[in-house]
């Protein structure tokens, strides 16, 4: 993985001293809050309902078990001893104090972490396939490019005060783990007929009150050419993106006003002028250079079959639950992609205790595993496992609540924080989570619904994702009570798509029976080997409707 | 319909009460009551304490009676006054009964 | 407060322009005017001895100066709300497409954390509502001492350091 420089490591401990002086200047009364408030969201620093909160960026979702433990230990020493991972690969911290900021950010810097720009109006944390490096059929390591982009993006002078957030994505398969139509701008590896890799750029995308998905804007952009290429959509987004309508100002709104193709056409025009300049010309020497951090693990070859794993999941039929769900394959034989659910059973989704990193982070050592990865699911993936060891790290992970074998299925929810926690709030979001994995814990049923992605948010920005769950939630305030709408058939995945709203909403006592109802109207119609989101697809949802609102 | 003024310190970020000549507190229990002419007041005398930096996001809040304790009348307040309903061990409801 | 910045350098200045409201006569001497006034009254303002200036809202593309900025002493960047950045960009196409060489000096809500972003982009002089020691500008200007991306300045970005310690070349002091 990336290790910085000096450069890097100065950069970010002159941030830390930085913010040290803003708080100062917001305690000793030199800034108002107005004035304040925008420069920590600039540090990821929110005030929530009970607290602080400070959102630690985690660059493409990577961890060492350095960083990792410290982690935990920030937690324990800052906070209540617990962080939450959110959907954007990022760790969140819920109860910090504004004091003590600036000795986090500083003890964050020691293992190479910060808190820039994971809120604010700017470029955030540049997210990517968790399985980057593992999968099958990658064309490059998509983390390379967002390790390029979160350089160019940090600290950017002309684009710390954008309209609005600015999120990007790069995956480099054709199968999609990172959400990636969703973001404002969306980046494919592609190779063209010669065999050279570029990128498919997309741009538009995003969720919160009026969805979209993004749509593409350069079918090949040359990787010399992708800085410039994404300064000019961000020049005409800084230029153009409205400033009068919080609600209307990010790209989305830009690309569905003026059409994707005038948008093309003056993001060409833009670049055409930067690409003349060529000072955002990316060297292959630079890329070369980042690359090599990336070039992964030096891959043993194990035999392609463990008799010592297949002996295990014989004997032991709740490890042989866990692999059913939680181990992928990976493209070097004998090793595996393992999945650490965050999801137990009526537990907070996404949650890890201090105690949880820091045996985490020992787990790693033990196994050689450089890095953990973050989802936007909100779970954990240790990409390169041997799987001769695979039944040692689950033994280790059972006592700890961090081997939950649901991974993909009705129990693995992804769900914000909600009213539980959140200023911005409407409705609670995790009990409501908590309630439908209870409903569905058995393992047996979780197996027979198959692949099924719940998402809930507790307001429209929609954090959790709503609008790309196969089943979405949606927690709205409806005379101060607090109600749920349903949304289906969305996808997060390479057959992206948006849910649909099924129709009125539910309360809290309801939403769950609601749920079994419309997993019940699958179970009823679905054809042999169709996943929930096939079968909504295939009868629409007239079906589910009829079912949910007869009475 | 009476109102509590609520804020949240600018140093720990924990919510706040307004209690009147008593200042700010930290149970709801412990708030001052307002009704219209309070409520003016007790923002005018509140937007001193923000100048000074003591606390952030002044506002009124309705409350009403319900079997005999007055509550919030919004959930979200009962949450902020009380802590996550979904971690009973964290929060202003884990140092003592609360709402 | 008029303050000017070079080079990572700051020192207070003597505003030589009046700046005037629309409906308000001319003095003798130098003027900022809104764009609103220039575009409407060009030809006079432009034929008179004085240094001339254009003020601009951060709705306002320079590009609506059309091609006589190039007369203009001064362009004046306007800010109501510090969070509205478009003028980083204005500021940015100022200096290189419209290749300007005049004063740019930004105004209204600015805050000293942004003072080091609007510089690299080429905003030479700043007019701060509340009074900044030079030596805190100097400051703000340095507090991030090495910079990633490319700008109108024309810093070594990292990447620039980098590669010329790759090749052996020594790395210049800052």
Redesign the interface.
């Known amino acids: 993985m990336y290790r910085y420089d000096e450069f890097d490591s100065v950069l970010v401990h002159e941030r830390a001293e930085q913010f040290r002086g803003q708080v100062a200047r917001r305690l000793s009364g030199e800034l108002t809050e107005d004035e304040f408030k925008p420069l920590r969201l600039m540090n990821g620093l929110y005030l929530q309902l009970h607290s602080y909160m400070l959102r630690i960026a985690i660059p493409y979702g990577t961890l060492s078990s350095r960083q990792l433990r410290k982690l935990g230990q920030i937690a324990r020493r800052y906070d209540r001893g617990y962080g939450h991972f959110t959907t954007r690969q990022n760790l969140q911290l819920h109860w910090s104090q504004l004091p003590d900021v600036p000795d986090m950010l500083v003890e964050l810097a020691e293992v190479e972490m910060h808190c820039m720009q994971t809120s604010g109006n700017n470029v955030r944390n540049i997210s990517a396939d968790p399985f980057a490096g593992a999968a099958e059929g990658e064309i490059e390591d998509p983390r390379i490019l967002c390790e390029i982009l979160r350089q160019w993006s940090t600290l950017h002078p002309e684009f710390s005060f954008l309209p609005r957030k600015f999120k990007i994505c790069v995956i480099a398969t054709e199968e999609d783990r990172a959400a990636l139509l969703i973001h404002d701008i969306a980046i494919k590896a592609v190779k063209n007929e010669a065999g050279e890799i570029g990128y498919r750029v997309y741009v538009g995308g995003g969720l919160g009150r009026t969805p979209y998905l993004a749509q593409e804007i350069g079918s090949f952009v040359e990787k010399r050419d992708i800085l410039g290429f994404l300064e000019a959509i961000l020049r005409v987004y800084n230029e153009a993106g409205r400033r009068d309508n919080i609600h209307k100002a990010r790209v989305k709104i830009l690309v569905h006003q003026i059409g994707i193709d005038e948008m093309r056409r003056r993001v060409e025009a833009e670049f055409a002028e930067i690409r003349k300049s060529q000072i955002l010309e990316l060297p292959a020497e630079e890329m070369s250079r980042i690359a090599a951090y990336f070039a992964g693990p030096v891959f043993a070859t194990p035999p392609a079959v463990s008799p010592e794993f297949e002996a295990a999941k014989r004997e032991n039929p709740d490890f042989a639950d866990w692999v059913k769900t939680n181990v992928h394959p990976h493209k070097v034989a004998g090793y595996a992609i393992a999945t650490v659910s965050l999801k137990p059973i009526g537990k907070t989704p996404g949650d890890c205790t201090s105690e949880q990193m820091e045996a985490l982070a020992d787990m790693m050592d033990a196994f050689g595993q450089e890095e953990i990865r973050v989802t936007h699911e909100q779970n954990l993936i240790l990409p390169h496992m041997l799987v001769s060891d695979l039944f040692a790290l689950w033994r280790e992970l059972v006592p700890l609540d961090l081997a939950t074998a649901n991974h993909g299925l009705v129990t693995d929810i992804i769900a914000c924080p909600g009213l539980d926690y959140c200023d911005l709030a409407n409705a609670r979001s995790i009990p409501v989570a908590q309630a439908i994995q209870k409903r569905f814990a058995d393992l047996e049923r979780q197996h027979d619904l198959g692949e099924l992605k719940i998402k809930i948010s507790g307001c429209i920005n929609a954090c959790g994702h709503h609008h790309v769950g196969h089943i979405g939630i949606l927690g709205v305030d409806r005379k101060g009570v607090e109600n749920y709408q349903i949304l289906l058939g969305g996808s997060g995945a390479q057959d992206a798509s948006l849910g649909e709203i099924l129709g009125p909403g539910f309360d809290s006592e309801g939403i769950v029976d609601a749920v079994e109802n419309v997993i019940g109207t699958y179970t009823h119609l679905r054809h042999d080997g169709e996943r929930f989101l096939d079968t909504y697809r295939r009868v629409g949802a007239p079906a589910f409707k009829e079912r949910l609102y007869a009475r | 319909m009476p109102q509590v003024l609520t804020a949240?310190r600018?140093?720990?970020?924990?919510?706040a009460y307004w209690a009147g000549a008593k200042g700010w507190v930290s149970d709801f229990a412990d708030a001052q009551i307002l009704d219209d002419a309070d409520a003016e007041a007790a923002l005018k005398a509140a937007a001193e304490w923000?100048?000074?930096?003591e606390v952030?996001?002044v506002y009124l809040f309705d409350v009403r009676v319900q079997n005999g304790a007055i509550v919030p009348?919004?959930?979200?307040e009962a949450?902020?006054a009380a802590?996550?309903?979904?971690?009973r061990d964290?929060?202003k409801q884990a140092q003592h009964v609360s709402l | 407060m008029l303050v000017e910045v070079k080079a990572g350098s700051a020192r207070i200045v003597d505003d030589i322009f009046t700046t005037l409201a629309d409906g308000e006569p001319l003095p003798d001497g130098p003027v900022i005017v809104s764009l609103k006034r220039f575009l409407a009254e060009k030809d006079g303002l432009l034929a008179r001895a004085h240094p001339l200036g254009v003020r601009l809202e951060t709705a306002e593309s320079p590009e609506l100066l059309g091609p006589e900025l190039h007369r203009l002493a001064a362009v004046a960047l306007h800010v109501h709300h510090f969070r509205d950045g478009r003028h980083f960009s204005w500021a940015r196409l100022l200096r290189t497409r419209l290749d300007y060489r005049g004063e740019v000096r930004i105004g209204g809500h600015v805050l000293k954390d942004q003072i080091a972003f609007y510089a690299r982009v080429g905003v030479n002089v700043f007019d701060l509502a509340q009074n900044i020691a030079l030596r805190d500008i100097e400051a703000a200007l340095s507090e991030i001492s090495q910079v990633y991306q490319p700008s109108v300045d024309g810093r070594p970005t990292i990447q620039d350091l980098r590669a010329a310690r790759a090749h052996g070349a020594l790395v210049p002091p800052t």
Do not use: A, S, Y
Request: charged share 25%.
């Open positions: 949240n600018l140093q720990i970020g924990e919510v923000v100048r000074k930096g952030v996001g009348v919004k959930i979200r949450i902020r802590g996550p309903t979904v971690r964290l929060g």
